[in-house]
């Protein structure tokens, strides 16, 4: 299995900041770029946010942005918002799927 | 717009079998989708559980493997989920999403449902 470890576990940011997130796969998923990334509210369901590295999905505001390749991978927001406040979660897809610890994104 | 709906018993006893659906709705689930289970303990990040496409191949977390089993009614546009011989590890908010085959990302999801694993 590929094992996928975020970083930070949490961190605290005030609105308006610029965060980054990693995500690093114990093995590389380039050439299929199947990594996706997902936000999460308490007691909802994760919605997901870019997948492909870095394709935003529809709706999703443009201060979110996904990079990397082989095996690191970056969310940056840059401007975090209110409602920016979540936890976030990678996932590769290149072979069974796993997803990566989550970020807790709290409020400074 | 695609809609997952999970249903099932929100408490099973230790070492009984849990059994999930997820009723799809505004798509078929005989669409090129993979129809998928994720599972999260209380507190805890999301683990994936499995997922079934329309030809019946499965796929399966391979620490649950043992105990797991999907399967799909097409007649009435669902899938499931059971878990064997469950313990209070198994307890967790599950939820079910489709995964698209294209892109395998995780683009619609229900809104989950809790089973707690308890005497």
């Known amino acids: 299995d590929i094992q996928m470890t975020q970083s930070p576990p949490s961190l605290s940011a005030s609105a308006g900041d610029r965060v980054n997130i990693t995500c690093r796969a114990s093995?590389?998923?380039?050439?299929?770029?199947?990594l996706n990334w997902y936000q999460q509210k308490p007691g909802k369901a994760p919605k997901l946010l870019i997948s492909?590295?870095?394709n935003l999905q529809g709706g999703v505001p443009s201060r979110f942005r996904g990079s990397g390749s082989g095996t690191d991978f970056t969310l940056t927001i840059s401007g975090l918002q209110p409602e920016d406040f979540a936890t976030y979660y990678c996932q590769q897809t290149y072979s069974v799927p796993t997803f990566g610890g989550g970020t807790k994104v709290e409020i400074k | 717009q695609v809609q997952l709906q999970e249903s099932g018993p929100g408490l099973v006893k230790p070492s009984e079998t849990l059994s999930l659906t997820c009723a799809v709705s505004g798509a078929s689930i005989s669409n090129d989708d993979w129809w998928t289970w994720v599972r999260q303990s209380p507190g805890k990040g999301l683990e994936w559980v499995g997922e079934i496409f329309h030809s019946g191949d499965t796929n399966y977390n391979p620490s649950l493997e043992s105990r797991i089993t999907m399967s799909m009614d097409r007649s009435k546009n669902q899938f499931s989920l059971k878990v064997n011989s469950v313990t209070a590890a198994d307890t967790a908010l599950y939820f079910c999403?489709?995964?698209?085959?294209?892109?395998?990302?995780?683009?619609?999801w229900g809104q989950g449902t809790l089973v707690t694993v308890s005497s």
């Open positions: 093995q590389t998923i380039s050439i299929t770029n199947f």
């Open positions: 492909l590295v870095s």
């Open positions: 999403a489709s995964r698209r085959i294209r892109s395998r990302d995780l683009a619609y």
